[in-house]
């Protein structure tokens, strides 16, 4: 099992840019999550999918971030326009059943806004 | 809504020595409970999880977790820390119902010194 695969690895890019952040989540996994962390605030829950379905959307920050999931095999995390405060480590996570089963993370995309 | 606490933000243990990272949640009934382990450039991992039955949970790795229903807390143990164990350490609640995902405290950050 390849594991959930997240790409870029690394995002550099400069304020008012289009970011896209990509996720493929575990074959079989039903839930997908994106998760955004900082120092200041931690880990937080942006988005949650189930079944490609969004459920739970009170975490996406403003009208700047946009998250779709057009299939069961992937995920988008969309940023438009970029802003420093932007900065941060994305995770998507994906679980077999509902939200609180075991969460199977990526490696994360490291995006820094200049 | 529900929340975690996570007081230590930086813990060292020598190795060898045993080790506690301490919990503490707010919800009105009984949530699921988690532990994740991060590695410096990695998502997390799973440690161990309850939700029902023996207040004592083992997890991987050498961990155990007890949840003390009076104390609101689910303090993360160890009895003899290795190196490899230095980390980040993340304590996680979800409702007891269906649909919804998990939400992390700040973490806190094991170093195991010599």
């Known amino acids: ?114 | 809504a529900q929340s975690v606490t996570q007081p230590d933000i930086h813990i060292t243990v020598s190795e060898g020595a045993s080790l506690e990272l301490r919990c503490n949640y707010s919800y009105g009934a009984t949530p699921y409970l988690f532990w994740y382990v991060q590695s410096p450039g990695q998502g997390l991992q799973l440690l161990l999880k309850y939700f029902s039955g023996d207040t004592l949970v083992q997890g991987i790795k050498g961990f155990e977790a007890e949840f003390k229903r009076s104390q609101s807390s689910f303090n993360l143990r160890k009895p003899s820390v290795h190196w490899s164990d230095a980390a980040e350490y993340f304590c996680a609640v979800a409702p007891n119902q269906a649909g919804t995902a998990l939400i992390f405290g700040k973490g806190t950050t094991l170093s195991v010194s010599s």
């Open chain 1, 1 to 114: 099992d390849a594991g959930v695969i997240q790409s870029p690895r690394h995002e550099v890019t400069e304020m008012g840019q289009e970011v896209t952040l990509r996720c493929k989540p575990i074959s079989g996994h039903n839930s997908l999550f994106w998760y955004r962390q900082t120092m200041m605030r931690g880990l937080e829950l942006l988005i949650y999918f189930n079944n490609n379905v969004p459920i739970d959307d009170s975490g996406m920050p403003e009208d700047r971030f946009s998250a779709k999931m057009p299939n069961a095999s992937f995920s988008t995390l969309k940023i438009q326009p970029s802003e420093p405060r932007d900065s941060a480590v994305y995770f998507c996570a994906s679980s077999r059943g509902q939200g609180y089963e075991k969460l199977f993370f990526g490696s994360g995309t490291q995006l820094s806004v200049l």
